[in-house]
DNA sequence: TGGTCGCCAATTTTT
DNA sequence: TTGGCGACCA
């Protein structure tokens, strides 16, 4: 009922089998023109009947229902093509995306399809990063200062820990959830629009007899960020919304865009929808593209609901769904609809494929996680002499320390990898450090700012740190601060002396100086030359990367747009800075199943897919949590080409009772269990681990009859 | 005695 | 990399 039979597209057979019917082959009619007179548009070239449907619909709102593989990117990239060849206006199209890297590739694809020129016009990139921009411009008719200071999470966290502490919540025995949890559940609450007492029961239920304590919490922090015009990643939604919602600024804003489109549309939450149904004008055609079967983010309050009750929120929209995979083998593709399809996805699809042949996946039994890094190597290192460069290799897995071994063991074997998903650069502690003195001269009333590069100087904590700043008079968010600190030198303690002197006199000749951000970054790493060597053991290794910021900065005029640039689309790793090693190195890559979404690789192997891991523990207490759970594995999965090895450890060393020999037993992803025909599957037998298991409890434990009556069995059957 | 600093354990997934 | 706990300093 949710997926109205199309009007536009033919229905397409759904067995795995069918290939009688006419999809072009992409290769011959990309190099192969048959129609002489007539060439078709180059966005038109090498399009399925469905996609070729999608790409030239009009009028009503669509919904294009993309399974993995099924040429979504290269659809909507000659979706936008299309409408740009036809003379629609560019900065009028706006393009929605999950992450800023898909919308810098999706633009520039239009570009080399058709004009560059123009194809850079285009509103593209995150909600987060578009409602910064809308807000800069259209803010103060809402009463938010266009001066505002984004926050980054981490931020925003440990902004909700100062009002914590200062409400006496953090006292000794009061078991008061930590910041993290209370900025999690916060920023859910926000998304998901759900009322804090549901949200509890939902979610957080042993926080239930805090419930008082925590809208103080929220409160206060809301007021907080009001204060000192500093907006969370939350906000940003909100008050785009907000904009959407007043009766002033809507109209306008609803008369902006004559093109929306959503890419990952299954992944967006209530507040997101909301924004799209109201940026949404009487003139303005609205495209979203997703599917609910590579739905992954409900944990960040993203709903599938979305998805499936599109056509009942934008009226008499028609939905169309591309199913021809032209990714993998019908081997990889046969295992994960075999293995989806206990799900509960709504939206009936079924991938299929013209490919023929290819190689039955691997599941694979490792004695225990040393073998299981060992296998995996041996594997990426038989491929690669097979002619599969590492390059076209990945792993993944489902928690970032999941990679861990695995890790040393390629270390140990020289074999290049890059890591994907990991620490964020924006996490690392000395970028934390340089971006708050920015922010202070930046935004003076930015408390957290403050109290961060006061925390530096020698000698002072927590508790002077309040001193000082209260001094200043910055828990008020007086702007004055700034002012003040400058003037007149506050008092330290004797150690910080020369700390406090360099720093003022640095950010005096930012504040005074005409200095581009680079210049002044060059300024400021006096300071933080003078206290790193205190603060960190590496801290030669952290000024370089605080120097390749400084280049980073040289592309930017303007402080404040450097600032926010930074804080919503951080690099990726702090290694990035310095950039690949060589352009010719081969390297494999490591990615959590999460940043591997919309990836594709010839060979992926997917590591821990024991039950507990995959779906993980964490999950298990609700069903909608183990869904999500399944979903995850289908999009690892369907990252392969043609090489999919799956492999788990039989047992994880666990060291909970101050013993190394300690383990537990792990089962194969219940997820796999009942499709394991599909695989080709070999390595240690469950019952010879048992067996070697119960030896190893012969020698540590002392009830030696029960287990050797344990060992006798096993061995007799 | 308040406050800083050093050492230890633990960590789902992320715009 | 954070938080908790204990040792040491004014």
């Known amino acids: 009922m949710f997926a109205a039979a199309s009007p536009i597209a033919p229905s397409v057979p759904v067995t795995a089998t069918a290939t009688v019917l006419s999809a072009p082959d992409i290769d011959s009619s990309d190099t192969n023109p048959t129609a002489d007179e007539a060439l078709p548009p180059r966005w038109a070239r090498g399009l399925n009947p469905d996609q070729r449907a999608a790409v030239e619909h009009d009028g009503a709102p669509l919904l294009i229902v993309a399974g993995a593989g099924t040429g979504k990117t290269r659809t909507l990239v000659a979706r936008v093509g299309r409408l740009i060849d036809e003379g629609a206006n560019p900065d009028r199209i706006l393009l929605l995306t999950f992450t800023r890297r898909s919308a810098a590739e999706l633009i520039s694809r239009v570009g080399s399809m058709t004009d560059h020129q123009r194809a850079t016009q285009i509103w593209g990139g995150t909600f987060h990063s578009v409602a910064n921009r809308l807000l800069r411009r259209l803010g103060p008719s809402i009463g938010l200062p266009a001066g505002f200071t984004v926050l980054d999470p981490a931020d925003a966290a440990d902004l909700i820990g100062i009002v914590r502490a200062e409400l006496g919540l953090a006292e000794r025995r009061s078991r008061f ?13 926000v998304n998901s629009q759900a009322p804090l007492t549901q949200m509890l029961d939902e979610s957080y239920p042993w926080l239930r007899p805090h419930i008082d304590d925590l809208r103080g919490v929220f409160a206060a922090y809301t007021e907080r960020k009001r204060a000192h015009q500093v907006l969370d990643y939350d906000d940003l939604l909100l008050f785009w919304r907000a ?3 007043s009766p002033e600024v809507g109209p ?3 008369t902006l865009f004559d093109h929306i489109l959503v890419d990952e549309y299954q992944d967006t939450n209530a507040l997101q929808s909301d924004i799209v149904f109201g940026t949404t004008g009487p003139t303005t055609q609205v495209t979203v593209v997703g599917d ?3 739905a992954i983010y409900g944990f960040r309050a993203a709903t599938v609901a979305n998805l499936w009750a599109f056509a009942e929120r934008f009226e008499g929209a028609v939905t ?6 032209y990714r993998s083998t019908p081997q990889i593709l046969h295992a994960a609809n075999a293995m989806l399809a206990e799900s509960d996805v709504h939206i009936a699809k079924r991938l299929w494929t013209e490919r023929d042949g290819g190689r039955q996946p691997e599941l694979i039994t490792a004695h225990d996680e040393a073998a299981q890094s060992n296998l995996v190597c041996d594997q990426i290192l038989a491929l690669r002499e097979e002619g599969v460069d590492l390059r076209q290799q990945a792993v993944l897995y489902r928690a970032n320390h999941h990679s861990d ?7 140990r074997r020289d074999i290049p990898y890059v890591k994907f998903g990991g620490l964020k650069f924006l996490e690392a502690a000395h970028v934390k450090d340089l971006l708050a003195a920015l922010r202070v001269l930046d935004n003076p009333s930015d408390q957290l700012a403050w109290y961060r590069v006061l925390g530096m100087l020698e000698g002072v904590g927590p508790a002077t740190t309040k001193r000082i700043a209260d001094s200043l008079g910055i828990a008020d968010g007086e702007p004055e601060a700034l002012d003040r600190f ?3 030198p506050p008092q330290v303690p004797p150690a910080a002396a020369d700390g406090v002197t360099e720093l003022r006199e640095a950010m005096a000749d930012c504040e005074v100086g005409d200095l581009t951000p680079a210049e002044q970054i060059e300024r400021l790493l006096r300071f933080f030359a003078m206290v790193f060597p205190r603060r960190y053991p590496d801290s030669v290794v952290r000024l370089g990367d605080l120097e390749q910021l400084q280049t980073t900065a040289g592309a930017y005029h303007d402080r404040s747009r450097f600032l926010t640039e930074v804080t919503l689309d951080p690099p990726d790793r702090s290694s990035d800075l310095a950039g690949p090693p060589h352009v010719d190195d081969d390297w494999i890559t490591l990615s959590t199943i999460h940043s591997a979404k919309g990836c594709e690789w010839e060979a992926v192997h997917l590591i821990h897919a024991a039950d507990g891991n995959l779906p993980a523990d964490m999950a298990l207490s609700d069903s909608d949590g183990l869904e999500e759970e399944r979903r995850l594995l289908y999009v690892a999965m369907t990252r392969a080409r043609d090489v999919l090895n799956i492999s788990f450890p039989l047992r994880y060393h666990t060291r909970r009772y101050g013993r190394d020999d300690d383990y537990q037993l792990a089962p194969v992803s219940r997820f796999l269990e009942p499709v394991r025909s599909a695989f080709h599957e070999w390595g240690s037998s469950p019952q010879q681990a048992t067996a070697d ?8 434990v002392t009830v030696v009859d029960e287990v050797d009556n344990g060992v006798a069995a096993l061995w007799g059957s």
């Open 693 to 700: 298991e119960l030896l190893l409890e012969l020698t540590s």
């Open 243 to 245: 904009l959407v919602a």
């Open 405 to 411: 071994h695995l890790e040393l063991e390629l270390a």
């Open 252 to 254: 306008h804003l609803r």
């Open 320 to 325: 169309t769904k591309l199913e021809q995979n």
């Open 177 to 189: 959830p930590k910041k993290q949890t209370i900025a999690a559940l916060y920023s859910r609450m």
């Open 486 to 488: 400058l003037s007149s």
């Open 292 to 294: 609910d079967a590579q």
